[in-house]
T-cell receptor, first 109, second 114 residues
Framework: RKEVEQDPGPFNVPEGATVAFNCTYS??????FFWYRQDCRKEPKLLMS???SGNEDGRFTAQLNRASQYISLLIRDSKLSDSATYLC??????????FGAGTTVTVRA | EPEVTQTPSHQVTQMGQEVILRCVPI?????FYWYRQILGQKVEFLVS????????KSEIFDDQFSVERPDGSNFTLKIRSTKLEDSAMYFC???FGGGNTEAFFGQGTRLTVV
């Protein structure tokens, strides 16, 4: 079983819409979780950290459910510039990040 | 804003040749990492480095790979004898602390082995 799994999408949404997607993890020892944004052929850029039950930053909300071992990301009022691949990553006690394969979001005008 | 920088941005090499990928982590960071991403696949952990030694390495990081921090600023990844399947984006990352701290990635080196 993959350590971190994501719905690959693509999620194709109109501007202004809300889009949400999940990431599941198998390593119950994972302590911290992160959402990264990756544009085509670029480096992952940190979007949000998720240490406790959740985190909110502007239009972005991340939730962590340890009992069910999943993290979600919700994007409100989608902008064209939100089009990207969103990577979920978990970190256990070994400090390395285990990434999911990414969820592709396309926001259309 | 401090950032992780990598050079070169693109490297083309012949199979069997040695390559060295270079990284300058954020100056006050203590933990350094190499990840790779084969085209169309997920980002994969290669190795972590702390206090001038390898902390952990993945099964990908075999004897053909080595890392070094030759001075106070650079962090390098060497592949001794490149194979076609080493073609990928290689990302360097650094963190200030160990667990529960955010990793910042360099812009990557695209390695193409021909």
């Amino acid at each position: 079983r993959k350590e971190v799994e994501q719905d690959p999408g693509p999620f194709n949404v109109p501007e202004g819409a809300t889009v949400a997607f999940n990431c599941t993890y198998s390593n119950s020892a994972s302590q911290s979780f992160f959402w990264y944004r990756q544009d085509c052929r670029k480096e992952p850029k940190l979007l949000m950290s998720v240490y406790s039950s959740g985190n909110e930053d502007g239009r972005f909300t991340a939730q962590l459910n340890r009992a069910s071992q999943y993290i979600s990301l919700l994007i409100r009022d989608s902008k064209l510039s939100d089009s990207a691949t969103y990577l979920c990553a978990g970190e256990a006690n070994d400090y390395k990040l285990s990434f999911g394969a990414g969820t592709t979001v396309t926001v259309r005008a | 804003e401090p950032e992780v920088t990598q050079t070169p941005s693109h490297q083309v090499t012949q199979m069997g040749q040695e390559v060295i990928l270079r990284c300058v982590p954020i100056s006050n960071h203590l933990y350094f990492y190499w990840y790779r991403q084969i085209l169309g696949q997920k980002v994969e952990f290669l190795v972590s480095f702390y206090n001038n030694e390898i902390s952990e390495k993945s099964e990908i990081f075999d004897d053909q790979f080595s890392v070094e921090r030759p001075d106070g600023s650079n962090f390098t990844l060497k592949i001794r004898s490149t194979k076609l399947e080493d073609s990928a984006m290689y990302f360097c990352a650094s963190t200030f602390g160990g667990g529960n701290t955010e990793a910042f990635f360099g812009q990557g080196t695209r390695l193409t082995v021909v």
